[in-house]
């Protein structure tokens, strides 16, 4: 079946514009976590969903990043007025709650 | 927050030959997983650890959640050309709504 999809699968943005990050989660998962990839280092949890609540948004480093998951399902990442060091893969996972975490291939975002 | 000790950080190595890499952490975890990453991909479980002590294999592959519970370690039997990757461990806290403390990462380089 159909895995964890993402996109765009790259983006090149100005510094101080927006960008939003897509994320598709495998159909029946009710559980969607985003993480971020700096270059040559591990995933740093971002947020967490269950359903359509963020119980855990721990991970959100300003206030200009936000994400919305509508319908249990698709999930939105959004970073405002962007920065150079806003630039990383952006990792969206899914699961049944409780089980393995399957990763999509990321947003790879380039901040000019 | 939580951070993972992963070590080492890369590692070149001739094929056939063994290899082991250990994360170690300042927190108590409930679960440690061992992922692998390929490039431009998102990260896929190689194995997962519920319990202090336990070893489990997968096919070349021996991990171990160590008895602190603070540590765990990968061993790759007679490595092939296709275990190129990075390695990543990661950790889960009870009631941390199950997301994933990674370490930085181990890169593994096969010589033919």
């Known amino acids: 079946g159909a895995g964890v999809s993402q996109s765009p699968s790259n983006k090149v943005t100005e510094k101080g514009k927006d960008v939003e990050l897509r994320c598709d989660p495998i159909?029946?998962?009710?559980?969607l976590y985003w993480y971020r990839q700096s270059l040559g280092q591990g995933l740093e949890f971002l947020i967490y969903?269950?359903?359509?609540?963020?119980?855990?948004k721990s991970g959100l480093p300003s206030d200009r990043f936000s994400a919305e998951r509508t319908g249990g399902s698709v999930s939105t990442l959004t970073i405002q007025r962007t920065q150079q060091e806003d630039s990383a893969v952006y990792l969206c996972?899914?699961?049944?709650?409780?089980?393995?975490?399957?990763f999509g291939p990321g947003t790879r975002l380039t901040v000019t | 927050g939580q951070q993972l000790n992963q070590s080492p950080q890369s590692m070149f190595i001739q094929e056939g030959e063994d290899v082991s890499m250990n994360c170690t952490s300042s927190?108590?975890?409930?679960?440690w997983l061992w992922y692998k990453q390929d490039p431009g991909e998102g990260p896929v479980l190689l194995i997962a650890?519920?319990?202090?002590?336990e070893l489990t294999s997968n096919g070349r592959l021996t991990a171990q959640f160590g008895i602190t519970r603070k540590d765990s370690f990968l061993n790759i039997s007679a490595s092939i050309p296709s275990d190129v990757g990075i390695y990543f461990c990661?950790?889960?806290?009870?009631?941390?709504?199950?997301?994933?403390?990674f370490g930085a990462g181990t890169r593994l380089a096969v010589h033919p």
């Open positions: 996972a899914s699961s049944i709650v409780g089980s393995e975490q399957y």
């Open positions: 159909s029946g998962h009710t559980a």
């Open positions: 969903f269950q359903g359509n609540s963020a119980p855990d």
């Open positions: 927190s108590i975890f409930n679960t």
């Open positions: 650890l519920y319990k202090a002590g």
């Open positions: 990661a950790g889960q806290l009870t009631g941390g709504y199950n997301k994933l403390i």
